[in-house]
């Protein structure tokens, strides 16, 4: 019982603490201006990229030691498909967001426009940041690992 308890907080401690700091730095860029000094955008920014980083290091470990051991290697694929998979959506979603934005508003042009998708868009990182938090806190945890039993894929006696 120690074990799962030192395990699960520090699994935890980290990823609540990097998506707080991305949902800061979301909520700080949230508040940019036309005149916000180089600065601020820059501090926001970094609060956002340390909290990614502080996260995915532990997220990658639960999602890794989840798998059983002579199937890490598949894990570790699906892992980086998934990543993979979500640069691109993110990347999608930000253009979506910058449609959005030239469509509900269709008078403004240049600066304001990218100022207004810039604040969509950390608007939706603040929410994700959030919601991942929740999940880290209230997803449950079962000790056993995952095995197969019958199939190509049956773990060998």
Known sequence: ?????????????????????????????????????????????????????????????AIMGAAPRNRQGVAGAILAAARTIGYVCGVAMGGLIFTLETVHHPGITGQAMALGGLKSGMAAVLLLSLAAAALSVFRGHDDRRATVTAGPLAEEP
């Open 1 to 61: 019982m120690i074990a799962y308890a030192a395990r699960r907080v520090l699994l935890l401690l980290p990823t609540l603490l990097g998506m707080a700091l991305m949902a800061l730095g979301a909520f700080l860029g949230m508040g940019l201006t036309a005149a916000s000094p180089a600065s601020r955008i820059f501090g926001s920014l970094l609060l956002i990229g340390l909290g990614a980083g502080l996260f995915t290091a532990p997220n990658n470990s």
